[in-house]
């Protein structure tokens, strides 16, 4: 039908041109983009899956940069750990010159002013390294965490520690030569005799002390003989006294002890009222800092003073006990005399020893007790394989130790494991606490236990033995058995059930039982007639004869703990002063509240002392070298991460490029052929609107 209202061929011309239009545009976009998908419409899914992959790969670029930043820390740290190892070098080699005789004491004091002032340099290289102003060596910062992948978990911790001269062992807190011990409060003295306790394996006094009068040898005097009654005769002055005691004795032990004391508030928040010190009563004021200086102007021989954190200290320098009354609320102080403390210092910076002179500690007496030892505020402390050990000097308590119990080694807050409850109150359960933070507290914690009994094999009742059970296992021993036999039935019975081992102690005959483990013994003789007559701990405390046949001879065992990384062993706990239980006595450690280094750096003052900074170096080179190793593994593992980031980076870009990115010579075909087209369509469009043209043929008649 010919038709001029609608003209196919120009409709059909005019649908094709403007498709080849939308193609050529297509094309054109793609081809001036470069990229195929150039909005979600393009291709919906695959913008998705680009879009993914973009952003993975500007994560993975962010990663390699900051790793790279971070193989530039690694640098920066290991680069001054270098030269803390040059210093070290250097001190060594001349704590080895110092210990030449050919030198004198003049010789050995230029010699000191170098180390002082290489030991100052190692503290400033701790202060100063840091990278991006965050400080690598100075304690301030535990680890850094590095972002090195896409996802949040993708990231390397850089264990960072402290690295001055305290931290090295060869200033103050150093375990490798202690030469530093302060006790804990000292609220008695008891009876002792001067070889009951040992400090450098020499006796502690020149006098026996009875608690009221010490009479030591002296000569040049009459008679020999020196009465010390003030001192000790005084309640208020244990402290002072026992520092003036130990001093009788300092040529032979080599070591010098002072007397102070301290008592800090229990709260921070002032209260208003009276509060009476030392029988002097300090009237009500109204602020903290009026009362403080009111006390200081009033009471004789306490000084006052407000800490950092805003709480009271009192203090004196004398040792004397401070005694308060109607100071709580006020300051959260209870009311009652708080002895003094005394640290022991080495004149030479050598290290000190104090232990009980007991059979145990390798001295031909068995006198000395670890009790002796606690009324004077210390525990055992010896050198053990270079490290610092510090043993309690009294058993573990019958409870648990919990976190609330707010026992802390170096700072660190000591809890309950896992799986444990009431009954996990042994040493051996406190040892796993205390280690299951050994790398935050630097401490290794073992336990020990050991009973002595005396046996009675004639005087009981053989027939009886039945009954006689040790840790809830029965032991039988016949009639006619010897004290042999029953170390070796007992050994039967125990083998492979508990860590406890009997033995008869040559010199006495006596029998032990001995758990180096540290595990609580239960003994019960039952109605054996008295097999076991006296037991001693190993502290040296007795057993009640009468404790056995009701199976109450129980012995706790006793810890010691050693340091491992060249810090001091300083204990605390959450209790107040005179509360009855604190976190301390749940480990035994009741008294001793530090033991670490008095000076700023390694002595070499004499031969001796030049000798053992020897081993305190070795020990601070090997700790620096191991730090700074760590760095060395640092950066290869982060060398390595890059290389992988940059792969996955490459192979990620490349899946995104083969989805996003457009086909050149595709397009470039594409866009030819839409032109050509376009061209075609434009030209048939023409023709078809003029192809009407003919009808008007018709018209003309």
């Known amino acids: 039908m010919a038709s001029v ?43 998705a899956i680009a879009s993914k992959l973009t952003s993975q790969v500007k994560s993975l670029g962010q990663a390699i940069r900051n790793a790279n930043d971070a193989i530039s820390l690694t640098q920066t740290a290991e680069g001054a750990l270098g030269e803390v190892e040059n210093i070290l070098q250097r001190m060594r080699e001349l704590s080895v010159q110092s210990g030449n005789d050919t030198l004198n004491s003049s010789d050995r004091s230029q010699i000191q002013g170098e180390l002082d002032q290489l030991a100052a340099e190692i503290d400033a290289i701790s202060q100063k390294t840091n990278f991006n102003r965050v400080n690598l060596l100075d304690g301030s910062n535990d680890k850094l965490t590095i972002q090195m992948g896409i996802d949040a978990t993708d990231t390397l911790d850089i264990a960072l520690k402290k690295t001055t001269v305290e931290s090295l062992g060869i200033g103050s807190s150093s375990t490798a030569a202690v030469n530093q011990i302060t006790s804990g409060r000292i609220t008695t003295l008891a009876t002792f005799t001067n070889d009951d306790i040992k400090i450098n394996g020499q006796n502690i006094t020149s006098a026996d002390v009875t608690g009221a009068t010490a009479t030591f040898s002296k000569a040049g005097t009459t008679n020999n003989t020196v009465n010390i009654t003030s001192a000790v005769g005084s309640a208020t002055q244990h402290a002072a006294a026992l520092a003036e005691l130990i001093n009788t004795n300092t040529a032979n032990h080599n070591v010098v002890a002072t007397a102070f004391n301290e008592v800090k508030a229990g709260t921070n928040v002032f209260t208003s009222g009276d509060v009476t010190i030392n029988g002097t009563t300090v009237l009500s004021r109204n602020s903290k800092e009026e009362f403080v200086a009111a006390v200081n102007s009033e009471v004789a021989n306490v000084d006052a003073r407000i800490d950092a954190d805003g709480f009271v200290i009192f203090s004196n320098d004398s040792g004397y006990a401070i005694n308060f009354s109607g100071a709580n609320p006020e300051l959260g102080i209870l009311d009652d005399a708080y002895g003094g403390f005394v640290t022991l210092k ?46 309690g000097n009294v058993y573990v308590d019958d409870n648990q130790l919990t976190g609330a119990d707010g026992l802390k080694i170096n700072g660190v807050l000591i809890t309950e494991l896992d799986g444990q409850d009431t009954n996990s109150k042994h040493a051996t359960d406190k040892v796993a606490q205390i280690n299951a933070k050994t790398d935050e507290h630097g401490v290794v914690a073992t336990a020990f236990n050991q009973v002595k009994l005396t046996v009675d094999m004639v005087g ?44 008869i102690e040559a010199d006495t005959g006596a029998m032990l039982l001995t758990s180096n483990s540290g595990v609580t013994i239960t003994i019960n003789d039952g109605d054996s007639g008295g097999l076991f007559t006296a037991g001693t701990y190993v502290d040296g405390s007795a057993f009640s004869d009468a404790a056995f ?153």
Request: charged residues 20%.
């Open 549 to 701: 046949a009701t199976g109450a001879g129980v012995a706790k065992g006793f810890i010691t703990l050693q340091s491992q990384d060249g810090t001091a062993i300083k204990i605390e706990d959450g209790a107040r002063d005179n509360d009855a239980d604190n976190g301390a006595d749940r480990i035994g450690f009741a008294s001793q509240n530090e033991a670490g280094n008095a000076t700023a750096g390694v002595s070499v003052g004499t031969v001796a002392s030049a000798n053992a900074a020897l081993s305190t170096i070795d020990s601070a080179i090997e700790s620096v070298s191991k730090f700074r190793a760590s760095f060395g593994a640092y950066e290869n593992r982060l060398d390595a991460a890059i290389n992988n980031l940059v792969t996955l980076q490459v192979n990620t870009d490349a899946a995104r490029s083969r989805i996003e990115d457009a086909d050149f010579a595709g397009e470039t075909s594409q866009l030819t052929k839409a032109q050509i087209l376009s061209q075609a369509a434009t030209s048939m469009l023409a023709q078809a609107n003029a192809s009407k043209n003919s009808l008007l043929a018709l018209l003309q008649g």
């Open 346 to 391: 080495s004149v030479d910076n050598s290290p000190i020893t104090i232990q009980a002179g007991s059979k145990q500690n390798g001295y031909g007496a068995d006198e000395g007790k670890r009790a002796d030892l606690a009324t004077m505020g210390f525990n055992e402390s010896n050198i053990v394989n270079g490290k610092l050990a510090v043993s």
């Open 460 to 503: 009981a009742t053989m027939a009886n033995h039945s009954d006689l059970a040790i840790n809830g296992i029965t032991i039988n021993v016949s009639a006619d058995a010897t004290i042999t036999d029953l170390v070796e039935g007992i050994n039967t019975g125990l083998q492979g059930k508990v860590d406890l081992v009997a033995s």
């Open 5 to 47: 209202n609608t003209n196919m061929g120009s409709l059909v011309a005019q649908a094709n041109m403007g498709k080849q239009e939308r193609a050529m545009n297509t094309a054109m976009e793609r081809l001036s983009s470069g990229l195929r998908i150039n909005s979600a419409a393009d291709d919906a899914a695959g913008s």
